[in-house]
């Protein structure tokens, strides 16, 4: 039996990106970033305005100066000759500021004349001038490998026309769901069958994490059966199985694995929900023996596959956000497993206050519903008060919207 500390670990340990692709900008949203990005130019890559105005010598801007103007420059063109003293050109946001000019007066602070403009303020040299390479320097590190790409992300490197970008290849996870008792989406279980609905759920959990899942179906209650699916998703980046994986007499699934080669890491944690689960390896691929009640399946994904997973997908930062909060009401756990207690959290007088979701039994999916964070109740303790602090890993869900 491994801690919940260790089993996290072990796993993280057995798991690394599975390579790299280049994919066209828009094809890598949402993905990760698999190399640094150097900027190969300044941005801004000349200096220029930062305002619709007149390009100027600061020095000849004493308040009331009168300027000819002697060009117009629209963003898009290229400046000709030099500025000439006593001069101002007419300017436009993001065009070039001409040699010689060294600001830029807004247009609110002039009057304009027959070819010449008067300056009403005076004009601090360099002012509404973007400075070349004051964005992004050329040759500067400007995103760190390992970021998801999003929109800041995409409009930095189309800035840089990076029309293809390296990204790390997303996993093919394959699920496999175990029990004679499962019958499939879409029929009408009779008496003792259930649907197979664990299979949906880590698909589900799969793809929000990223990557791609293969629903391989379902192994039936015998050796055969367990082998024969089991080897097919062997051949995937991924395996994650769910039930059969306690130690009841139709649980085949740790014992098939074992024929295929899977080398068994871990099997049992000090968590509930989800004690019964195991980890091993054949060769790079993970293998998550989750367990089949399906509240089990979903948390332990959560805490141990969705971790990897990240992992594998080259994020920096694979864990949720672990914050601490306050339990709203006492409660009761029997003690010498870490428990997940699933939590509503509020945001009170900015605090987070954690109340539990509904029923703790580990068979009960309702409260997966209301449930945006799981509190960690750590194995030593049982009984615990109200307002007393506890780590809190908040979930996807856990943004609070308006509506
Ligand atoms: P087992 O580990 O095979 O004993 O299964 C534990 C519990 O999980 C049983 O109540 C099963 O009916 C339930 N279960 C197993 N597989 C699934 C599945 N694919 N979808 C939903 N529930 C399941
Ligand atoms: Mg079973």
């Not at 944690?269 to 023996?289: H, L, R």
């Not at 207690?341 to 209301?370: D, F, P, W």
């Amino acid at each position: 039996m491994s801690t919940y500390e260790e089993a996290r670990a072990t796993i993280l340990s057995k798991v690394a990106p599975i390579g790299v692709e280049r994919v066209p900008l828009m094809d890598a949203v949402g993905r990760i970033l698999a190399a640094d990005f150097t900027a190969p130019w300044d941005i801004p890559a000349w200096d220029n305005s930062a305002m619709d105005g007149f390009a100027v010598r600061a020095e000849e801007c004493a308040p009331g100066t009168t300027l000819k103007v002697t060009s117009f420059l629209p963003a898009g063109v290229t400046p000709g000759a030099p500025l000439e003293n006593g001069c101002a050109a007419r300017i436009m946001t993001g065009a070039p500021i001409p040699p010689g000019a060294d600001s830029v007066v807004p247009h609110e602070e002039t009057h304009s004349g027959e070819g010449v403009v008067t300056l009403l303020r005076g004009c601090v040299k360099g002012a509404n001038v973007r400075v070349r390479g004051e964005d992004v320097a050329a040759g500067s590190n400007a995103i760190t490998a390992g970021t998801v790409i999003g929109p800041p992300q995409v409009s930095l490197l189309a800035s840089f026309s990076a029309a293809m970008v390296p990204v790390y290849r997303r996993p093919r996870v394959a699920i496999i769901s175990t029990g004679d008792e499962l019958v499939e989406l879409g029929t009408q279980p009779a008496y003792g069958q259930i649907i197979n609905s664990n299979i949906l759920a880590v698909a589900a959990a799969v793809r929000l994490c990223g990557a791609e899942p293969l629903l391989l179906g379902i192994a039936r209650d015998t050796m055969e059966s367990h082998l024969d699916l089991l080897a097919e998703g062997l051949k995937a980046d991924v395996l994650i199985t769910s039930a059969g994986v306690s130690a009841g007499d139709r649980d085949l699934v740790r014992s098939a694995l074992k024929k295929l080669g899977v080398v068994e890491e871990i099997w049992k944690v000090g968590v509930k929900p989800g004690g019964p689960m195991a980890f091993g390896t054949k060769e790079a691929v993970p293998v998550f023996s989750l367990p089949g009640n399906p509240v089990a399946t979903m948390i332990t994904f959560e805490e141990f596959v969705r971790p990897a997973l990240l992992k594998m997908l080259g994020h920096g930062k694979p864990f949720r956000r672990r914050v601490k909060g306050f339990l709203s009401e006492p409660v009761r756990m029997k003690p010498g497993t870490l428990h997940f207690l699933r939590v509503a959290v509020t945001v009170e007088n900015g605090r987070y206050l954690a109340t539990t979701a509904g029923s703790q039994k580990s068979g009960t999916i309702k409260t997966m519903l209301r449930c945006n964070a799981l509190a960690l109740l750590p194995a030593e303790r049982t009984d615990f008060t109200a307002g007393e602090e506890v780590d809190l890993h908040l979930l996807d869900n856990s943004l609070d919207m308006e509506s």
